[in-house]
């Protein structure tokens, strides 16, 4: 597939198919993650590819499972109906689009700055080069035809799997990624499409 096709079918997949992926495949995903620019050259990310149900469901005991549309009229952030109707299909199906995978991939960061109370915008460039792995990971996998979605850890999520994981302190997971074929009739949030005429700026704003 082609850079700009990856790019434009690249879309968060929240229900698969019962299809696994070969072991290479994932690793070549995944090898994509460390072609992605780096602070400061070291891309000293770690994946974690859980494959293994009973370490999943391990990993995923802190993440709510019966969330539901009606916890999303709770949520008071939320400004646009679009968006509302995103949050209304995505919020119910957080557990199961990591659980219901191929499998579930556990990015991990190195902490070199506190980045909950950075003093400059550069003590956050460790998580936004893990970001940009995050985003190449994606785009490799939307090319090889599989799919991912992500959540990001709130409140004890991240202990819970940092617990079922092993994996020893001063890492932090950015991330929870979900991967597999999109299910024939998997549910896509609509879009809210962006004027690129409104957005783009030559010269000046
Ligand atoms: C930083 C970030 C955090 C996100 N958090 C979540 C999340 O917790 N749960 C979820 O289902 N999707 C999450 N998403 C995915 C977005 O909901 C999704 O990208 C957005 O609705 C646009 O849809 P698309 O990815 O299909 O283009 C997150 C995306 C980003 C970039």
New binding site residues.
């Given amino acids: 597939m082609e850079c700009h096709d990856a790019i434009n079918a690249?879309?968060?997949v929240?229900d698969f198919t019962e299809e696994r992926i070969p072991e290479d495949t994932l690793k070549r995903i995944i090898a994509a993650a460390y072609k992605a620019p780096a602070n400061d050259h070291f891309r000293d990310w770690h994946y974690i590819v859980v494959t293994d149900p009973e370490v999943k469901r391990q990993v995923l005991e802190g993440i709510p499972k019966n969330l539901t549309v009606k916890d999303v009229d709770r949520m008071t952030f939320i400004s646009d109906p679009v968006q509302k109707e995103?949050y209304q299909v995505?919020v119910p199906?957080?557990y199961r689009?990591l659980y219901d995978t191929a499998a579930l991939l556990v990015p991990l960061m190195k902490k070199k700055s506190d980045i909950l109370h950075p003093a400059n915008l550069s003590d956050l460039n460790c998580y936004a080069s893990v970001w940009c792995s995050i985003e190449n990971l994606w785009l490799a996998a939307t090319a090889e035809g599989y799919g991912c979605?992500?959540?990001?850890p709130w409140g004890e999520e991240e202990a819970v799997a940092q617990k079922a994981l092993g994996f020893p302190d001063g890492y932090l997971i950015p991330?929870f990624i979900g991967i597999g074929r999109p299910a024939p009739d998997a549910v896509?949030?609509k879009?809210i499409n962006v004027d690129l005429d409104d957005r783009i700026h030559w010269q000046k704003f």
């Fill in positions: 690249r879309r968060s929240r995103s995505a199906k957080q689009m979605n992500l959540r990001i991330c896509l949030t879009q």
